[in-house]
């Protein structure tokens, strides 16, 4: 399926995006173009098309507004050094998208479909993909029910729609996060959404985010629904607990048990260690271990990854067990050697050895 292109003939001036693009925070300002694809039962996917950016017309009774039946994706462009773009392990957020539709009862998009999407939005907008490290275009690819009626039933019709936004680098080397391990909100059980990346899950998970804000921290961390006691991730992103220090630190990130998000960057994460010549694991750690880890001192950095602020350092954590901080509360060497080895890969200044990097320009 090749994609229909109708571009805008309103597009923001050069002088205006550079404006925007000066500061362009997260999510506050949006190219001139998006993507969208309609899915029936009856016919399959129709033609994706990219048009120009704007609101769009839905009925009040789309399933979408009701029963919540609605998947996203994030991921992002970089700027190379030749000036050229390219995209980060897009092929993983495909596959991604894929399963999280099969959890949510929506239509698979393909691959392909995926994949040319993203390219034709990138190609259309290159002038909105910034150019500093650490700075990107944020692709979201999103999907939901368009079908009307209130009946509860799997959806006859879905919307796949692409949009982007140039994202600043969001690392403040001089400010870990504190967090707040909630025991009073679960944010997924086994046989629930926790794996799949949907909108839903977010939506349960704000008045635990409110919770962390009353008790002064940044960001909720969650733990198991079952025994109340296993560290699963932190908001949206995944958490590493560094053990150790030097070339004998280990990589330590909770399993995925079928609750957590399978976050890329954390996958990523794994092999760099690696790469680096750290050992990674891949095990059940408990809040105890967390508290006795930063209180011995064997745990001395931990970090939380994903797409959005890529490896974000963890100070202190604070529970109804009390509140305790890793290391001397500041970001460790280790947390910023991952990240800056991602950024190199990401931005071109790493050999990609992995082959993690799709060009699109
Ligand atoms: C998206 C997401 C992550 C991180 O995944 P990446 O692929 O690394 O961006 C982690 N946890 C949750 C809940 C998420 O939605």
């Given at each position: 399926m090749s994609i229909k292109i109708s571009t805008s003939t309103r597009k923001v001036s050069d002088a205006e995006r550079a404006e925007k693009m000066k500061k362009p925070g997260f999510g506050k300002y949006y190219t001139d173009h998006m993507v969208v694809a309609e899915w029936s039962e009856a016919d399959g996917w129709g033609q994706a098309e990219l048009k120009p950016y704007g609101p769009i017309v839905l009925d009040p009774a789309a399933a979408v507004f009701h029963y919540g039946q609605e998947i996203f994706e994030g991921l992002k462009a970089y700027r190379q050094p030749d000036g050229g773009i390219s995209l980060f392990r897009p092929e993983a957020n495909a596959v991604r998208f894929q399963r999280s539709a099969d959890r949510l009862a929506l239509p698979e998009l393909p691959t392909e479909t995926f994949l040319e999407s993203l390219d034709a939005l990138v190609k259309e907008d290159a002038a909105w993909v910034p150019g500093n490290v650490g700075e990107s275009l944020y692709l979201r690819p999103f999907m939901f029910a368009s079908e009307v009626g209130l009946g509860v039933r799997p959806t006859n019709r879905a919307l796949y729609m692409l949009i982007a936004t140039p994202a600043a680098a969001y690392f403040n080397s001089d400010n870990a996060v504190a967090v707040w391990i909630s025991t009073e909100y679960v944010r997924a059980v086994q046989g629930g959404t926790g794996e799949a990346k949907c909108g839903g899950n977010y939506a349960a998970s704000l008045v635990a985010q409110k919770a962390a804000a009353k008790e002064g921290c940044d960001q909720v961390v969650w733990i198991d629904a079952k025994e109340r006691k296993w560290v699963e991730e932190m908001g949206g992103m995944n958490l590493y607990f560094v053990k150790g220090s030097g070339a004998n630190a280990t990589l330590v990130t909770p399993k995925l048990t079928g609750t957590l998000l399978p976050g890329i960057?954390?996958?990523?994460?794994?092999?760099?260690?690696?790469?680096?010549?750290?050992?990674?694991?891949?095990?059940?750690?408990?809040?105890?271990?967390?508290?006795?880890?930063?209180?011995?001192?064997?745990?001395?950095?931990?970090f939380a990854c994903g797409t959005a602020a890529v490896v974000t350092p963890v100070g202190s954590a604070k529970s109804s067990m009390g509140t305790w901080v890793t290391g001397d509360g500041t970001p460790g060497p280790i947390t910023g050697q991952i990240r800056n080895a991602l950024l190199g890969i990401q931005h071109g200044t790493i050999a990609d050895k992995h082959h993690w990097m799709r060009k699109v320009l």
């Open positions: 960057t954390r996958d990523s994460i794994l092999t760099l260690a690696k790469d680096l010549g750290y050992k990674s694991e891949e095990v059940m750690i408990s809040v105890e271990d967390w508290r006795d880890g930063v209180k011995s001192g064997e745990i001395t950095e931990i």
